[in-house]
């Protein structure tokens, strides 16, 4: 099944906020085609709000590929052809799709996907029913999961048809299609935070997974750019720096005429962004969310984050 081209076909999903910014970046999307979300309630409101948009529009059996926006994938011809696998896939049956990605490392900020039996192929691709999805797990688990050969970094991407996913909400999230679907908009304010991972792929019997054949990067903590930018032991610079013995560290700064100084620093992230500094060890910069709590919990610094 080859992919529909076209503007008509995409959808953005994104809040009110960002609705300018994202017509300035994509001029050929049409505004009928931005869905809104009202107040930010996690990735299940989200899928389920652009599910029902496409499903009145194009009908319960629209093919959709949901692509979170913040992930780096190469090459490009290598995704395109493994969606539209999955796109065929889907087409025919009432599942959800997900791609593994095959893990390098024993990352412990990625959500993981368990293999279970194989359920035929998708164009050259192998699939497989999901066994499991697993949270962040502890270094040892992961490296543990790493030996099996049988899991993979959860993407975030899916493939599946309206009707699926909408039957699949109702099954095992009412409290998030509910709302939606009788309330529209208005339903956001009833509808409670919660990711689509929890609310209905660590739940639906049908999760299937196909372990992808392209590079892909979550681009959710600094250290991406490293992984895309720099090399081990060197230092990312996207600011102007002037440092001594500094190895390892990724330095950026929003303003390009800020200077920032180091000494004798090793595998520090470093960013300054308006009135605000982060230093950061590496190792603990996906802690970086406990931070932005504290910050809306001292009075005067609401407005920093």
């Known amino acids: 099944m080859p992919l529909a081209h076209g503007w008509e076909r995409l959808f953005v999903a994104t809040s009110r906020a960002l609705a300018g ?3 300035e970046e994509l001029p050929e999307l049409s505004l009928e085609n931005l869905v809104l979300e009202p107040e930010p309630k996690d990735t299940a409101a989200a899928v389920a709000w652009v599910t029902l948009q496409i499903a009145e529009r194009r ?4 093919v959709i590929g949901l692509f979170p926006a913040d992930h780096h994938i190469a090459p490009a011809e290598a995704f395109r052809e493994t969606i539209a696998h999955g796109a065929g896939f889907a087409e025919k049956k009432a599942v959800i799709l997900t791609f593994g990605i095959y893990p390098n490392h ?7 996907i368990e293999r279970g039996e194989a359920a035929g192929v998708a164009g050259e691709l192998s699939v497989f029913k999901v066994a499991r ?12 999961y790493l030996e099996t050969e049988r899991f993979y970094w959860n993407s975030g991407i899916f493939v599946f048809r309206a009707r699926t996913m909408l039957e699949e ?3 095992h999230a009412p ?6 679907k009788t309330l529209g908009a208005k339903g956001f304010r009833k509808v409670p935070r919660t990711s689509i991972d929890y609310a209905v792929m660590e739940r639906t019997k049908r999760a299937f997974v196909i372990p992808a054949p392209f590079i892909w990067d979550d681009l959710g903590d600094w250290t991406a750019l490293e992984r895309l930018l720099g090399s081990e032991g ?4 996207l600011a102007k720096h002037i440092g001594i013995d500094t190895n390892g560290a990724i330095i950026y700064a929003t303003a390009k005429d800020e200077v920032v100084v180091t000494l004798g620093l090793e595998d520090v992230v470093i960013v300054r962004d308006g009135n605000v500094t982060l230093v950061a060890k590496k190792s603990r910069i996906q802690e970086i969310k406990s931070l932005l709590k504290r910050f809306k919990q001292e009075q005067g610094l609401e407005n920093l984050t």
């Open 59 to 62: 009908g319960g059996d629209a």
């Open 106 to 112: 024993p990352a412990t900020g990625y959500g993981y």
């Open 234 to 237: 060197r230092n990312v610079e």
């Open 169 to 171: 909400l109702a099954r």
């Open 21 to 23: 910014k994202i017509l």
């Open 133 to 144: 999805f697993t949270e962040k797990p502890e270094r040892a688990t992961a490296e543990a």
């Open 175 to 180: 409290e998030v299609i509910g709302p939606l």
